[in-house]
């Protein structure tokens, strides 16, 4: 090559072949590996075209650096705008793909919660420590004795069909009642709770042989039926509702005399009668009563000092009451489906 004019057309040639080229480029990468073909100084074409100088007429030799100059910064130029282009589409697409849809629902977290029967045991005891009374655990297996006879069920007496348990030997028994705690308690001033298991022979879509209690005990001087009601009015309604009344009913407990059952007015109805209290507006909650002289003696109290009241109620029965659940074997079976629509 000796002239401008054929330095020029070789330029417009390598122009042409840039610009075709970089249609098929996609990334700034592949801008970057065609680019040195050209510009690269030692190997690039245009770089190289400095070579040819030395073959140039001396008063060209100016123009001819200018020329090539002038080819390396169109290149330059042009290699710069299409990076910056296929830069900025590159983004676009990186944000395309990373796109988050917040309109979708968001995936369920499964978490963990406490069994009903355990929210309910967790809300009555603090109902009644805030009340005052001391927690008492007593044990599973129990003798006959404190389970039975300490607390005025000889073994003749009628009573013990009604809670017909497991023998482990003829002293030792599954407890039927957490009302064994009773005898257990300290000597009075006595204020206690016992929640626990207890066992019977019994198995119907409202009992199972195994369930929960608690009981409550209040020994001390001039204690009558009149404090038992007006504690058990200010517990039914902190589980119940404010509205809730109490009404007791004569019944029959070895240990208690005078015994009642305790009925609380319908939560849902209200009192008016509907499925939940079988048409009548109360619903059955639990056994008390006052403590009957025999087991106070039967405990070493002196029973002409002392008195007191028990009750004792079911935590599946409360639990199925505020759930409206109505079969008790859905406590036990740890069916998620039940378990997840309780949650308290
Ligand atoms: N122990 C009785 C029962 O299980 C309930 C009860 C407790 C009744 C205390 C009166 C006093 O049925």
Redesign the pocket.
């Known amino acids: 090559m000796q002239d401008l004019k054929e330095l020029n057309e070789v330029i417009t040639a390598i122009k042409e072949e840039i610009r075709q080229g970089a249609d098929a480029l996609t990334t700034s990468k592949s801008v970057y590996e065609f680019k040195k073909t050209f510009l690269d100084n030692k190997q690039g074409r245009i770089g190289l075209l400095m070579k040819e100088m030395r073959n140039v007429a001396n008063d060209q030799k100016a123009e001819f650096g200018k020329t090539i100059n002038g080819a390396k910064e169109w290149a330059n130029n042009f290699f710069d705008e299409l990076d910056q282009k296929l830069k900025e589409k590159e983004q676009q697409q990186r944000y395309e793909s990373e796109k988050i849809d917040i309109t979708m629902p968001p995936v369920k977290i499964r978490y963990g919660n406490l069994h009903p029967v355990t929210t309910v045991r967790n809300q009555l005891t603090d109902i009644f420590t805030s009340m005052g009374f001391e927690v008492y655990e007593g044990t599973e297996i129990e003798t006959d004795y404190y389970n039975f006879t300490a607390l005025n069920t000889p073994q003749d007496h009628p009573a013990r069909d009604m809670?017909d348990t497991f023998y482990l030997s003829p002293e030792f028994l599954l407890r039927?009642?957490?009302?064994a705690g009773q005898v257990e308690a300290k000597k009075p001033p006595i204020k206690v709770v016992s929640p626990g298991k207890?066992f019977r022979s019994d198995d119907d879509a409202t009992h199972s042989p195994m369930f929960s209690?608690m009981?409550g005990l209040v020994v001390d001087e001039g204690i009558t039926l009149c404090d038992l009601k007006g504690m058990l009015d200010m517990f039914v309604q902190r589980i119940f509702g404010k509205q809730t009344k109490t009404r007791l009913r004569p019944s029959y407990?070895p240990?208690?005399e005078p015994?009642v059952e305790v009925d609380v007015s319908c939560f849902q109805c209200g009192g008016k009668g509907c499925r939940l209290c079988k048409e009548t507006g109360w619903i059955e909650v639990?056994?008390?009563?006052v403590v009957n002289k025999k087991v106070l003696e039967n405990c070493g109290i002196d029973s002409n000092k002392y008195s007191g009241f028990?009750?004792?109620l079911g935590l599946e029965r409360i639990a199925m009451l505020k759930y409206g659940i109505n079969n008790i074997k859905m406590l036990f079976e740890s069916d998620l489906r039940v378990l997840d629509q309780i949650d308290d």
């Open positions: 809670q039927t009642q957490t009302s207890v209690q009981e407990f240990f208690t015994s639990l056994g008390a009563g028990a009750f004792g």
